[in-house]
């Protein structure tokens, strides 16, 4: 019976610990959890950034980062683990919406609503989630009409979001027809453009990189271009010999090794798994 009243008295006593930070100390476990997220260690990000919460409900913060570690758990999950892959994206839409309502003014948040719904859809195949297409093109758009601000050691919310458009105009099918049911349609020629201007804001980023030539490959593939694969193949092959500093980094080179044997798979690649992707006519 005592040694129960012992662990009480130590978790009530932690909780107290916990409000009783002050902002500077809150601002410096929020940096901490985003260096770890940069490392690669994102359930030692979240717990940090949980304990925030615990001392700061409305850190506005905290929610997007719990979001994006989501994100970049779902990332690694193995592509064989549909299930948890998807609960993983789904958590992420979940803490970001939960931000949202916190801070409606937060560009972070739209962004992360987005990542989680376009991640989902990748999961569940192309095909059967173009429905959401559009709501996911306005909030990566609204994203950078906000001009956010946040900016990490390896990206920012800005190349992020360039990133995230150049991936939607690739996969997204390029067709009349899907810009008459759903209110948009792929762009190959926007996707190489966001792409470049993510490449432009961090070079040394491996996965801008990869994205780089996997657009470039599509869309000469697509448009029977060999300038454009080659163009494709040459960022592909940079990738590959880039160092890596995360478990993300280590699967973007091995796919990007996998597409330069075979460019034609530029169109269908994503981390989540390869779609099949036809020629599909404007």
Not at 165 to 182: A, D, G, H, N, T
Not at 235 to 248: D, F, I, N, Q, R
Not at 267 to 275: A, I, P
Request: with cysteine; proline share 4%; charged share 30%.
């Amino acid at each position: 019976m005592a040694r129960k009243i012992w662990v009480f008295v130590a978790l009530f006593a932690f909780g107290v610990g916990l409000m009783a930070l002050t902002p500077a100390e809150i601002n410096d476990m929020v940096s901490k959890a985003d260096g770890m997220e940069a490392a690669g260690k994102y359930e030692d990000s979240n717990k940090i950034l949980m304990d925030v919460l615990k001392a700061d409900p409305n850190n506005k913060q905290a929610y997007w980062m719990i979001a994006r570690n989501w994100f970049d758990i779902g990332e690694i999950v193995p592509e064989s683990n549909e299930k948890q892959k998807l609960d993983d994206y789904v958590q992420c839409e979940t803490w970001a919406r939960k931000g949202l309502e916190k801070d409606p003014n937060l560009a972070e948040n739209y962004f992360y609503i987005a990542v989680g719904m376009s991640q989902q859809a990748l999961v569940k195949g192309i095909a059967v989630s173009l429905g959401k297409a559009k709501g996911i093109e306005e909030y990566y758009m609204k994203t950078l009409a906000m001009h956010p601000t946040y900016k990490g050691t390896k990206d920012s919310t800005e190349s992020n979001a360039d990133f995230a458009l150049c991936q939607f105009y690739r996969k997204v099918p390029e067709s009349s027809i899907m810009k008459l049911l759903f209110g948009t349609k792929g762009d190959m020629d926007k996707a190489v453009k966001y792409c470049g201007d993510a490449v432009k804001l961090y070079p040394n980023k491996i996965e801008f990189n990869k994205e780089m030539g996997m657009v470039l490959a599509c869309r000469g593939n697509r448009r029977n271009v060999p300038a454009d694969v080659e163009a494709g193949k040459k960022w592909l092959s940079k990738t590959t010999a880039m160092t890596p500093l995360t478990g993300l980094d280590k699967i973007d080179i091995a796919d990007s090794k996998k597409v330069l044997d075979n460019p034609k798979l530029a169109c269908g690649y994503s981390r989540v798994k390869q779609e099949e992707v036809t020629d599909v006519k404007k």
